[in-house]
């Protein structure tokens, strides 16, 4: 046993500083409606409006959501208190005070379990076995976060080392620190005190603050996808926006597949052919918005009256659809429009938006994911949906 203390004694005092002296990691701090990339910025879900003056936003703070569907809002600083009361000694120190646990002396360290690696304060998932890897620095890493909205990164300058201390996105719980020198694919070692974390096995249940939030689906297809995810991703209460092909007849569709899809005469199609059309898969939080509100914004950024055509894309990929999950959604979508026109918002033109039934919905290739986010300049939409004039209103002096 003294050997052993021994050895915890000198790895406390030796090996953090060979280990964290090492270059500092390119892992940023996580910044408000960025891409989910590891090694840029990282992506959280903010739904308050960053731009208005301070003093509009000091209430209650506006939910933030992970795109893998936590809640990652950062808890208030007296909720931090009241739940790290519950921590024993060396959780607390390493926690709140910044500590670093002793290398090879942690439990997780040898942990081979499936599962998930929770903040030991607030229960939010920070990693999951995975992504777990033997770096033989006598402490538990991992090449990657459960999600990169979950643990936020900060510059550490102490001990005279550049260092990225990492942290709980939620309750601010130190963790550890992260390096740029982990295996593949993402080059980086997450480098953790076990203290700070609690394990939950895959097969275990896990409580109520390590689980995601109750979310809702809903589809939209509005003309060419790009614009109308990305004005979803933006509205409060929208954990996340996807682009994909639904309700046509061909199963895991290619974009050039959907492209061409008109182009074949009606007579060789095979008897019940329908083509996919454009649309976008939203999960959102029904606490936060109402599937009638996504409606709204849904109505305002496209036009419904053009049949099979938004603006300059003329084809079936472009056609107005509600695609619903249930026969509340059906419903709803239907009054919806109903109220529209009774509104005669529209010169008196037909909506000639369909609904119906959700089928297989098939996500579209990976680079049309995000791709207004990084091709700004290609905006396609014909009018903004209320969260964001509502932002440009809040913005303006
Ligand atoms: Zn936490």
């Known amino acids: 046993m003294r050997i052993l203390i021994a050895a915890c004694l000198l790895a406390l005092v030796i090996l953090p500083v060979v280990a964290l002296g090492m270059a500092r990691a390119n892992y940023a701090p996580p910044a408000a409606d960025a891409p989910a990339k590891l090694t840029t910025k990282q992506s959280t879900k903010q739904t308050t409006d960053t731009t208005a003056p301070a003093k509009e936003t000091t209430a209650v703070p506006a939910k933030k959501y992970s795109r893998s569907g936590y809640d990652v809002t950062p808890l208030p600083r007296a909720k931090v208190e009241e739940l790290a009361k519950k921590l024993d000694p060396e959780a607390y120190r390493v926690t709140q005070k910044a500590g670093t646990e002793a290398a090879f002396c942690g439990t997780l360290l040898d942990n081979h379990k ?15 076995s995975a992504n777990k890897f033997n770096s033989g620095t006598g402490w538990p890493s991992f090449f ?16 005279g080392m ?29 480098c953790l005190n076990g203290a700070a974390l609690k394990f939950y096995e895959k097969s275990e249940q896990r409580p109520a603050e ?27 209460g929208v954990i996340s926006a996807e682009s994909g092909y639904m309700q046509g007849s061909v199963d895991k569709p290619t974009y050039k597949e959907v492209c061409e899809q008109d182009d074949t005469a009606a007579s060789k199609r095979p008897a019940g052919y329908k083509p996919h059309a454009e649309t976008v898969k939203v999960t959102f939080d029904p606490t936060t918005i109402s599937y009638k ?3 709204r914004g849904f109505f ?30 059906a419903a709803e979508a239907k009054a919806f429009v109903a109220e529209l026109l009774a509104k005669n918002l529209f010169s008196g033109r037909k909506i000639v938006t369909e609904i119906e039934p959700a089928k297989t919905f098939f996500p579209a290739e990976a680079y049309h994911q995000d791709y207004l986010e990084q091709h700004p300049e290609r905006g396609c939409h014909i009018g903004k949906p209320w969260w964001l004039t509502k932002k440009a209103a809040a913005a303006a002096p």
Not at 173 to 190: I, M, N, S
Not at 306 to 323: H, I
Request: proline share 7%.
């Open 114 to 128: 499936d599962g998930a690696y929770c903040c030991v304060v607030c229960g939010l998932p920070l990693f999951s």
């Open 144 to 159: 990657q976060p459960f999600d990169v909205a979950h643990v936020a990164g900060k510059q550490d300058n102490s001990h």
């Open 162 to 190: 550049e260092r990225v201390e990492i942290n709980c996105a939620r309750c601010d719980a130190h963790l550890g620190h992260v390096f740029d020198d982990g295996p593949k694919p993402t080059g980086l070692r997450f």
């Open 210 to 236: 390590s689980m995601p939030i109750k979310t809702e689906t809903a589809y939209f297809a509005g003309g060419c996808f790009w614009g109308i995810e990305h004005y979803f991703q933006q509205a409060p």
């Open 293 to 295: 509100d996504l409606l």
């Open 300 to 329: 305002e950024m496209h036009d419904p009256t053009q049949m099979n055509r938004q603006g300059p894309d003329y084809g079936t990929q472009y056609r107005s659809g509600l695609y619903t999950t249930d026969d509340a959604q």
